[in-house]
Nanobody
Framework: QVQLVESGGGLVQPGGSLRLSCAASENIFRFAFMGWYRQAPGKERELVAVMSSGGTTNYANSVKGRFTISRDNANNMVYLQMNSLKPEDTAVYYC?????????WGQGTQVTVSS
């Protein structure tokens, strides 16, 4: 069973930065896509950023230019650098890994942007 463990969430003021980390229990090259989703209270889970095994990235329009997804293949880690955070970025952030017929989720990490 694949395990994804997120860390790095917390409380930050508007305009601040956080870096989320996702540790995978197996080689991340085995996944076609790895990414980050978020879910705010009362809203549906939405895609934040995704990276293919080939390195192609895609971002939600709301985070383009502020968030960056990256990976450390040697350590099976995926990161989400979040800059210029806004109150509307407040949500639980989930790490996601996809391969044909299977999809895996982490337990989530809370990000709260508030003064």
């Amino acid at each position: 069973q694949v395990q994804l463990v997120e860390s790095g969430g917390g409380l930050v003021q508007p305009g601040g930065s956080l870096r989320l980390s996702c540790a995978a229990s197996e080689n991340i090259f085995r996944f076609a896509f790895m990414g980050w989703y978020r879910q705010a209270p009362g809203k549906e889970r939405e895609l934040v950023a995704v990276m293919s095994s080939g390195g192609t990235t895609n971002y939600a329009n709301s985070v383009k230019g502020r968030f960056t997804i990256s990976r450390d293949n040697a350590n099976n880690m995926v990161y989400l650098q979040m800059n210029s955070l806004k109150p509307e970025d407040t949500a639980v952030y989930y790490c996601n890994a996809k391969r044909p017929l299977y999809e895996y989720w982490g337990q989530g990490t809370q990000v709260t942007v508030s003064s």
